[in-house]
């Protein structure tokens, strides 16, 4: 089983500051399978970027993924009231599908 | 617009059993693979399951392998899981979700429902 191990564990910042958090493979990642989800307390997560760097539907366009390999990683450019939350990756290379324990991007 | 409507969770004893049912509209459901994934009280999310759109194929966690089962009905867009011998450590939110492509098993992710809350507690 994959696991991606995500860093920081949380991270501290102040609305309209940069936010980059990372997300590690165990093993390397093949046809850019992965994807970085987004969760408000007591709602379902919510898919953000697919593909390592494709963003969803409705996705606004300050948040952006990159990477390749085994190291990965999600930028908010300006972080807005609404984007303080859990943000989990997750691997679709391998089965099982597997995700990382999530970094929680909370105001400073 | 997709929408995923799971019902079925509550508390249970250490050892019992529950159904959890997934209601779907907003697309063509019996087209479509499904997924269960599973959300412990303040953890991270866990895949459980995975049922092809003609039920032809099931691939389940290691974590519930043998104690649940998941099912579909594609003339009521549904799909169930029943979880068997159930341990404290089932204890978490349970959403299904929808993957982004037909087949979707080693896929991400592009639907969720709301999920539902199951307790394992004597």
């Known amino acids: 089983e994959i696991v991606l191990t995500q860093s920081p564990g949380t991270l501290s910042l102040s609305p309209g500051e940069r936010a980059t958090f990372s997300c590690r493979a165990s093993?390397?990642?093949?046809?850019?399978?992965l994807a970085w989800y987004q969760q408000k307390p007591g709602q379902a997560p919510r898919l953000l970027i697919y593909?390592?760097?494709n963003r969803a539907t409705d996705v606004p366009d300050r948040f952006s993924g990159s990477g390749s390999g085994t190291d990965f990683s999600l930028t908010i450019t300006g972080l807005g009231p609404e984007d303080f939350a859990v943000y989990f990756c997750q691997q679709y290379s391998y089965s099982p599908a597997t995700f990382g324990q999530g970094t929680r991007v909370e105001i400073k | 617009q997709v929408q995923l409507v799971e019902s079925g969770g509550g508390v249970v004893q250490p050892g019992g059993s529950l159904r959890l049912s997934c209601a779907a509209s907003?697309?063509?459901?019996?087209?479509?693979?499904m997924h269960w994934v599973r959300q412990a009280p303040g953890k991270g999310l866990e895949w459980v399951g995975f049922i092809r759109f003609d039920s032809s194929n099931k691939y389940y966690g290691d974590s519930v392998k043998g104690r649940i089962t998941i099912s579909r009905d594609n003339s009521k867009n549904t799909m169930s899981l029943q979880i068997n011998s159930l341990r404290a450590e089932d204890t978490a939110v349970y959403y299904c979700?929808?993957?982004?492509?037909?087949?979707?098993?080693?896929?991400?992710?592009?639907?969720w429902g709301q999920g539902t809350l199951v307790t394992v507690s004597a």
């Open positions: 907003g697309f063509t459901f019996s087209s479509y693979g």
């Open positions: 593909g390592v760097s």
């Open positions: 979700a929808k993957p982004s492509q037909k087949y979707g098993y080693r896929d991400y992710f592009e639907s």
């Open positions: 093993q390397r990642l093949t046809g850019n399978s």
